[in-house]
């Protein structure tokens, strides 16, 4: 067990609509690093928050978004779905803010099937 | 813009044997760190080893170790006394002034 949990586990919904993955980090991690894992495109960073405020974006689609709050947890948002958009999202955490040397702790992973 | 290339897509050992898993990268970066992460079939990612680019020593975890070279810009993961339980995917991974770069990884399946 990593510290780091996301809910849901598992998540299938239709073409065109919004869904929302939820993340909270291990006790003490600042960072939140969004990645999504698909067959196509193998594991790609999409975005990473620091003590709330966006700190780095990689290959993010502008139909997706995030946030990372108060209490550190963070929700990433993805609207418009494709089929396409079928992955498994991963959560990680690390100590770490602009430095990416802190080893990152990923999260469980939510299966995300568009149909 | 960073780059890691995993040659392998699949490869097999025999329980207890040894196994050495490829990694190219392409960076222009002096600063960097490379890691290797298990993923088994539980979809998991469980970091296995982690390399500092300044350090000229090999990184070693019980029966993990890396041959890091640099000027190769290579990073190969070795697998001593292979279990059961190390069938898994394996991905190769870079970070610098980015976040991990991964590569596309390499299936190990432990035969016994």
């Known amino acids: 067990d990593s510290g780091v949990t996301q809910t849901p586990k598992h998540l299938i919904t239709a073409t065109g609509q919004r869904v929302t993955l939820r993340c909270s980090p291990r006790?003490?991690?600042?960072?939140v690093y969004w990645y999504q894992q698909s067959l196509d495109q193998g594991l790609q960073f999409l975005i990473q928050?620091?003590?709330?405020?966006?700190?780095a974006k990689g290959n993010i689609l502008e139909r997706f978004s995030a946030q990372q709050f108060p209490d550190l947890h963070s929700e990433l948002n993805l609207s418009s779905l494709e089929l396409g958009d079928s992955a498994l999202y991963f959560c990680?955490?690390?100590?770490?803010?602009?430095?990416?040397?802190?080893?990152?702790?990923f999260g469980p992973g939510t299966r995300l099937t568009v149909t | 813009a960073q780059t890691v290339t995993q040659s392998q897509p699949e490869m097999s050992v025999q329980e207890a044997e040894t196994v050495t898993l490829s990694c190219t990268y392409d960076?222009?970066?002096?600063?960097?760190?490379l890691f290797w992460y298990k993923q088994p079939p539980s979809r998991q990612m469980i970091l296995v080893i982690r390399?500092?680019?300044?350090?000229?020593q090999n990184a070693t975890e019980n029966r993990f170790s890396v041959n890091f070279q640099k000027a190769a810009k290579s990073f190969s993961l070795k697998i001593s006394d292979s279990q059961l339980g190390d069938t898994a995917m394996y991905f190769c991974?870079?970070?610098?002034?980015?976040?991990?770069?991964f590569g596309k990884g390499t299936r190990l399946s432990v035969i016994a």
């Open positions: 960076t222009s970066e002096s600063n960097y760190y």
């Open positions: 991974a870079y970070s610098g002034n980015t976040p991990l770069v």
């Open positions: 990680a955490s690390s100590i770490g803010a602009g430095d990416h040397s802190y080893e990152q702790y």
């Open positions: 006790s003490g991690d600042l960072s």
């Open positions: 390399q500092e680019a300044y350090k000229q």
């Open positions: 928050y620091y003590n709330g405020e966006e700190r």
